[in-house]
């Protein structure tokens, strides 16, 4: 009777014979020694559902067994099936066999020549495999992945985020399948699956330095959908924006796992405002202005109000009872979600056109210090008011702190328009703009980026930024 030995080495050194699998182990000649556990129980699942695609390589033993010096994940899969009481030590492997000298030659061969696959072509496979139960009839999606899932020995989760990432934008796909960004940067930007919004992020990481960073791109995204416990969707209710047509989707790769997320923003912001609006209304009359807005959410923080037509917004300045009647309240979410409140800023209508003897030369046109008259106004009043407001600018200028010989020098400068955005019984409450050129900015990025690395991380923050001091004022330029 030939042996299990015998009949291998008359197959040949390249054809496949079989061997029981309790004669097999790992032989000392296989050069793979890291890793050789990640994954096993997946490799297995694999394994019963589409037995092994791959022969095993052997060299002959001691007695009769044989040492496997290539494939011995795969052996390991097979030894876990047979805990499971899924194989017997006699189920015949697939082997070919080869020569003991040359051993840890061919081992070492077999594991440098393999490729991996691309993971884009990993990712389009898996949805061309759910595409494909769907087409035999299965229609519940949950149901595709989760037998997709089984198929392959893999958690549910695993199947969606492949999905996830098989459904990004197709040039961000291309750029991975070409190496022009990471597996990482893919996944961050696969977070969210609105194409527009990847696509943007994706072309404004483009023109930077250091561009697809991980916590970069996540933090652009950031503030593009909704959460279930946001104000405005507590404001607005789960069920009504379910009721309009609002999607939610499994937010992935954000270190939130499994929380379902609102993409449908805009639709959001149209129910808040639908609801807010005629309560603005009432509670801005009440309060004795002569309507309300709601101030709006965006990128996580409120953001400025637009000013409505002939209005200007007016910051942290409380107007008087005839100023109120005129003016537009400005109002915002409560933290709860449940209430509407009144916020300190506010639009006031802009000043009337003045006729052209307004029109005489000033240092600031169209800023107003005094409000004009209700009357209409002589000549010779109109060049007095403006005479009077180019004093006062004047003086304001002269009592605000200088900047020559500072890091302000060259960059402070006076708005065209309303200088003056109110006053207390102590103070008047100036506005001047700051001018950063942007190779400035941009020369401090990869030192933000770092700090904002660390404190999303809870990392100790990093060395400071040398530049960072650029904008420190002497003291000597801060009047007493």
């Given at each position: 009777?030939?042996s299990?030995?015998?009949?291998a080495?008359?197959l040949?050194?390249?054809q496949p014979?079989?061997v029981p699998?309790?004669k097999l182990y790992?032989?000392?000649k296989?050069?793979?020694?890291t ?10 699942d694999?394994?019963e559902a589409h037995?092994l ?13 044989f ?5 011995g ?17 006699s189920h015949?492997?697939?082997v070919v066999h080869?020569d003991?000298?040359d051993?840890r030659?061919v081992?070492?061969?077999e594991?440098?020549?393999k ?6 072509d990993?990712?389009?496979?898996y ?8 087409d035999?009839g299965e229609?519940?999606?949950q149901v595709?992945i989760e037998r997709?899932a089984?198929?392959?020995?893999k958690t549910?989760?695993?199947?969606t985020?492949?999905?996830r990432?098989?459904?990004l ?8 399948r070409?190496?022009?960004?990471s597996l990482d940067?893919?996944?961050?930007y696969a977070?969210?699956?609105d ?9 404004a ?10 916590a970069?791109?996540?933090a652009?995204?950031a503030?593009?959908v909704?959460?279930?416990?946001d104000?405005?969707?507590r404001?607005?209710?789960?069920d009504?924006?379910?009721a ?7 937010e992935?790769?954000?270190?939130s796992?499994?929380e ?8 959001l ?5 639908d609801k ?6 009432r509670l ?5 202005f002569a309507?309300?807005i709601v ?7 409120f953001?400025r ?7 200007t917004l ?5 107007p008087t ?6 003016a537009?309240?400005?109002?915002r979410?409560t933290?709860d979600g449940a ?7 506010y ?5 009337p056109?003045?006729?052209?003897a307004?029109?005489a030369?000033?240092?600031f046109?169209?800023t ?7 009357r209409?106004?002589s000549?010779?009043?109109?060049l ?5 407001q ?6 304001l ?6 900047v020559a ?9 006076w708005?065209?328009?309303?200088v ?6 102590e ?7 700051l001018?950063?050129p ?22 100790a923050?990093p060395?400071p930024?040398?530049?960072?001091a650029?904008?420190?004022i002497?003291a000597?330029?801060v009047p007493?």
């Open positions: 009777m030939t299990i030995a015998d009949a080495v008359q040949g050194s390249d014979a079989t699998l309790s790992i032989s000392g296989n050069v793979r020694k890793d050789r556990e990640l994954d096993i129980d997946a490799l297995a694999d394994i037995g695609l791959q022969p095993l390589i052997v060299i002959p033993a001691a007695g009769d067994r040492g496997v010096i290539a494939g994940r795969r052996l390991l899969a097979l030894e876990r099936l047979k805990k499971r009481g899924k194989l017997h030590g015949a492997v697939p080869r003991a000298v051993g030659e081992s070492l061969a594991n440098l020549h490729v991996a696959m691309n993971p884009v990993e990712f389009t496979a949805a061309s495999i759910i595409a494909d139960y769907r035999r229609a519940d999606e595709r997709c089984r198929h392959f020995g549910v989760r695993h199947v985020e492949r999905l990432l098989a459904a934008a197709p040039a961000i796909l291309d750029a991975l070409d190496g022009a960004i940067a893919a996944k961050a977070a969210y699956p194409h527009k919004l990847q696509l943007e992020i994706f072309t990481q483009e023109r930077l330095p250091d561009k697809h960073r991980v970069s791109i996540r652009s995204l503030g593009h909704y959460r279930a416990g104000r405005q969707v404001y607005v209710g789960l009504a924006y379910r309009a047509g609002g999607r939610m989707e499994l992935l790769f954000m270190g796992a499994d379902e997320v609102l993409v449908d923003t805009a639709l912001d149209r129910l808040v405002h807010a609006g005629p309560e603005v209304t801005a009359r009440a309060a004795g309507d309300g101030q709006p959410w965006a990128g996580g923080s953001a109000p637009k000013a409505p037509g002939g209005f007016v910051y942290a300045f409380s009872q005839q100023e109120r009647a005129a537009i309240a400005i109002y979410i933290a209430d509407l409140e009144l916020v300190p800023d639009f006031r209508p802009l000043a056109e003045a006729g052209p307004a029109q030369p000033s240092l046109a169209g107003e210090v005094t409000r004009p008259p209700a209409a106004e000549e010779i009043e109109q007095g008011r403006l005479r009077r180019r004093i006062m600018l004047e003086a200028k002269r009592a605000t702190p200088p010989n500072t890091a302000f020098a060259g960059r402070l400068n708005p065209a328009d309303r003056i955005q109110g006053e207390t019984d103070a008047y409450i100036v506005t001047v703009l001018t950063i942007k190779a400035d900015v941009e020369r401090h990025l990869p030192a933000a980026e770092r700090a904002i690395d660390a404190e999303e991380s809870g990392r923050p060395d930024d040398p530049d960072a650029a904008f420190d002497p000597e330029a007493a």
